[in-house]
T-cell receptor, first 115, second 113 residues
Framework: DAMVIQNPRYQVTQFGKPVTLSCSQT?????MYWYQQKSSQAPKLLFH???????NEADTPDNFQSRRPNTSFCFLDIRSPGLGDAAMYLC??????????????FGPGTRLLVL | DQQVKQNSPSLSVQEGRISILNCDYT??????FLWYKKYPAEGPTFLIS?????DKNEDGRFTVFLNKSAKHLSLHIVPSQPGDSAVYFC????????????FGPGTRLSVLP
């Protein structure tokens, strides 16, 4: 049973054309994350939500935005994709809390191609 | 500047032998470490973790060792099985809630029958 779902699995967009990637979860976790992973590189955290609190990484470009309308869904918006934004985008969740060390649960990823 | 390094992009091991995957980190504030396994077309899945208060954690065929003074951890898989063939990511966290993870670039393990 899929717990973290990402749609679509593959996304093709044109240079400069806004694109939205979506993620949903059935785990009822408090925290949702977006990572960018380029070929043979480490997944790089872009931002995360703890409930409705948005936490942006310092080096995440302004071109990347995120929305979390409810516990289950989180969206990644790329306002003006450039060729360098072609990558795998991974969504993850974790329970969130102060008394337990976190484990992240990942979706299968969306591979973005920018033409 | 890579804070978590996995210097071996790939590793091949014979079935039944030990696989040892290495990870080095530079940030002395990291106090919680995880290993994830990733198969093609799937997201990473959690494998095993270790807190800095321990130097070893074991779960079945998987053991993680932590050497804080050397800022080094390793994942041992014994015995290795063909189904273990995957990319293994090391991740580290230094904040109390464990929400800011830094990942290494991964090591591709191939277990040969």
């Amino acid at each position: 049973d899929a717990m973290v779902i990402q749609n679509p699995r593959y996304q093709v967009t044109q240079f400069g054309k806004p694109v939205t990637l979506s993620c949903s979860q059935t785990l009822n976790h408090n925290v949702m994350y977006w990572y960018q992973q380029k070929s043979s590189q480490a997944p790089k955290l872009l931002f995360h939500y703890y409930d409705k609190d948005f936490n942006n990484e310092a080096d995440t470009p302004d071109n990347f935005q995120s929305r979390r309308p409810n516990t289950s869904f989180c969206f990644l918006d790329i306002r003006s994709p450039g060729l360098g934004d072609a990558a795998m985008y991974l969504c993850a969740t974790s329970r969130g809390g102060t008394s337990v060390q976190e484990i992240q649960y990942f979706g299968p990823g969306t591979r973005l191609l920018v033409l | 500047d890579q804070q978590v390094k996995q210097n071996s992009p790939s590793l091949s091991v014979q079935e039944g032998r030990i696989s040892i995957l290495n990870c080095d980190y530079t940030n002395s504030m990291f106090d919680y470490f995880l290993w994830y396994k990733k198969y093609p077309a799937e997201g990473p899945t959690f494998l095993i973790s270790i807190s800095s208060i321990k130097d070893k954690n074991e779960d079945g065929r998987f053991t993680v060792f932590l050497n804080k003074s050397a800022k080094h951890l390793s994942l041992h898989i014994v015995p290795s099985q063909p189904g273990d063939s995957a990319v293994y990511f090391c991740a580290a966290s230094g904040d109390n809630y464990g929400q800011n993870f830094v990942f290494g670039p991964g090591t591709r393990l191939s277990v040969l029958p």
